[in-house]
């Protein structure tokens, strides 16, 4: 199982724009590089859905509420990965967890989105 630890997050009004982190801090090249990484968001009294995820050969797919809004993008070199969030809406308001999936699964712990006039 891979660590994941999450960074970024916020409060921002209608339009605004946040960037999520996530790291793996402790995991190995061989190890991080093959991994589907994906970010997931819970809204308060929801499931948690799947946002966007992105695959080892960079290829990436979207929930169709973001597409054109929200960009996945991975560093393998860094062992990081990011959630670019333009337009943000009050709907977008949730806690974003990032995901990896491997032979295992990891979360990170979770970041707070509020978006709010």
């Known amino acids: 199982q891979v660590r994941l630890v999450e960074s970024g997050g916020g409060a921002v009004q209608p339009g605004g724009s946040l960037r999520l982190s996530c790291k793996a801090p402790h995991a190995i090249t061989s190890v991080f590089n093959p991994l589907l990484l994906g970010w997931y968001r819970q809204a308060p009294g929801k499931q948690r859905e799947l946002v966007a995820t992105i695959t080892s050969g960079g290829n990436t797919e979207y929930v169709g509420s973001v597409k054109g809004r929200f960009t996945i993008s991975r560093d393998n070199s860094r062992k990081m990965f990011y959630l670019q969030m333009n337009n943000l809406q009050p709907e977008d308001t949730a806690v974003y967890y990032c995901?990896?999936?491997?032979?295992?699964?990891?979360w990170g712990q979770g970041t707070q989105v509020t978006v709010s006039s």
């Open positions: 995901h990896a999936q491997g032979r295992d699964t990891s």
